[in-house]
């Protein structure tokens, strides 16, 4: 039987799949050959379909140095007025854009989430860049958990301050992400946002498209060090309760900063707790 040169649009779908999935070239060729591809077609046909996806990523698009617009927070002002509550900023940088913000959560608003937290933490787990599948790290010893807000009055109420402190709508946000992290807990330093070139990132990036600006909301005071770090940048920020670190790290080009990098520094003693919120390009699905 001749071997097939020419693909289906049902194999078409099933090679975008599988790359948006993670899986090898070697193991997608190996695949088509099973199938009575011709080997060689095969391979020129996965390649080919790489070079176009990469070409299509929005990184290719944006190269160059990362072009400062207007903030998205308004973060210069000195206050930021919500429905029910005003939130100080205490430091502002505009390159990249970071904002450290005063009383967003009242003492008992920290508490709670901390008690809504508290039963569903698990080890932290992070994407996986090539297959896109959650994987628990040692750059990442803390524990986490999503709190879902639909049950939540509290979660809601706090859903909705913060969307208005990042001036961003509600349904952009993924769920409030808790993370506990005890003495020598850390996680090291990472962007927020989801490389394109990495296809393990696909799946997730269908979900609302890019992360675009984050807010990490200190739910308690620590004992010692467990600060936010900018390497980049050589900045520091002491957690404090109720506080807030917000960055944000996308333009409105697509481009990504990478000066946004950031860590959670080790906890020398005490433990740390801290809320974050990721906001998306779209309605996070
Ligand atoms: O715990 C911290 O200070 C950093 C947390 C963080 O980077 C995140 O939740 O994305
Ligand atoms: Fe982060």
Not at 21 to 37: E, F, L, S
Not at 50 to 67: E, H, K, N, S
Not at 182 to 204: C, I, L, Q, R
Not at 220 to 242: H, M, Q, Y
């Amino acid at each position: 039987m001749n071997k097939y040169t020419r693909m289906s649009d049902e194999w078409d779908r099933w090679l975008d799949a599988s790359l948006d999935k993670g899986c090898r070239t070697q193991d997608i060729v190996a695949a088509m050959v099973a199938a009575n591809y011709d080997a060689a077609y095969a391979e020129r046909a996965v390649q080919e379909r790489l070079a176009r996806r990469a070409q299509a990523a929005p990184a290719a698009a944006t190269a160059g140095p990362y072009r400062y617009g207007t903030p998205t927070i308004r973060h210069r002002n000195n206050l930021i007025a919500t429905s029910d509550r005003t939130v100080r900023v205490s430091m502002r940088i505009e390159q990249p854009v970071i904002a450290v913000l005063d009383d967003v959560f009242s003492a008992e608003e920290c508490d709670a989430v901390v008690a809504l937290a508290r039963a569903r933490l698990q080890p932290s787990a992070t994407l996986s860049p090539t297959t896109g599948e959650n994987q628990v790290k040692e750059h990442r010893t803390s524990l986490g958990a999503f709190l879902d807000d639909a049950d939540e009055p509290v979660l809601r109420r706090l859903n909705r301050r913060i969307a208005e402190i990042m001036n961003q709508p509600v349904a952009h946000g993924e769920a409030l992400h808790v993370l506990h992290y005890g003495v020598g807990a850390e996680y090291k330093p990472h962007h927020d946002y989801f490389d394109p070139a990495n296809s393990g990132f696909a799946a997730t990036l269908r979900r609302g498209g890019q992360r675009v600006a984050t807010l990490i909301v200190y739910l308690n005071d620590v004992e010692e060090a467990g600060d936010t770090i900018f390497p980049k940048l050589g900045l520091s920020i002491v957690p404090r309760k109720g506080s807030a670190v917000y960055f944000e790290y996308v333009n409105a080009e697509g481009q990504l900063d990478e000066a946004s990098l950031h860590g959670g520094a080790p906890v020398t003693r005490g433990e740390k707790w801290v809320a974050t919120k990721w906001v998306r390009q779209g309605v996070f699905k």
